[in-house]
């Protein structure tokens, strides 16, 4: 546990010896199996998140129950918005999706506001890693407000080829319209669109991409 918080918290060097103890003693590791679905929101919160190994996407979900995917997190990332309700005037509803069986750390909220308070490093880099998610947050509700759908889509099986760094995908449809916050319907279209245009490949449960670089133009 004390190799994976040195590798994946910047702060850890400036940390007394008994707040790294602290950490280490308190840190808890659980596994959870691809499919389980998590909420965070209100007053209750999990603690600060450490991906020590799998994948999971995290997204908000609409009154009516559509979603839209926000970012995803990958070995060694730290997920700070799970924590979100230990931060004053910070109100935000998240869900995640464990896309892959994973085994997830975490530094229960109490213990990280008060190494939070007591050193500054930690909070700066609080603050940071906030000001990135937000900022690709809205990055993401500007192409969702002025980009076009199908410019979307685009981008969102080169995200999956980076993933799994392969260009054969599988996903189905209506993954990718969660994805994309769109109806599935929709995805469908515009993959055979990008099939007779001879981007992609689509076969039941399986999309090959055949020409990232003019995947990447659309």
Not at 51 to 79: H, M, N
Not at 92 to 107: F, G, H, K, V
Not at 189 to 202: A, G, H, N, S, T
Request: with cysteine.
């Amino acid at each position: 546990m004390k190799e994976l918080l040195k590798e994946t918290l910047p702060f850890w060097p400036d940390l007394k010896k008994e707040e790294q103890e602290l950490l280490v003693e308190k840190v808890s590791e659980n596994f959870l199996a691809k499919g389980t679905r998590l909420h965070y929101g209100g007053k209750q919160c999990a603690g600060v998140q450490i991906i020590k190994q799998g994948q999971a996407r995290v997204y908000i979900t609409s009154p009516s129950g559509g979603e839209i995917t926000l970012f995803r997190l990958v070995d060694g990332d730290v997920s700070i918005l799970s924590a979100a309700c230990m931060m004053r005037g910070l109100d935000i509803e998240l869900d995640m999706e464990i896309e892959s069986d994973s085994l997830i750390c975490t530094i229960p909220k109490q213990v990280y506001k008060k190494i939070s308070e007591d050193n500054v490093k930690v909070k700066d880099y609080t603050m940071e890693l906030l000001s990135e998610k937000f900022s690709d947050i809205m990055w993401l509700f500007n192409q969702y407000v002025f980009s076009n759908v199908a410019s979307r889509l685009a981008d969102t099986l080169l995200e999956h080829r980076s993933l799994n760094e392969s260009d054969v995908l599988k996903i189905t449809h209506d993954a990718l319209a969660r994805d994309l916050g769109t109806a599935r319907e929709v995805v469908t279209r515009l993959l055979k669109q990008f099939q007779r245009d001879e981007i992609v490949k689509v076969s039941r449960g399986t999309i090959e991409i055949l020409d990232a670089k003019k995947l990447g133009k659309v």
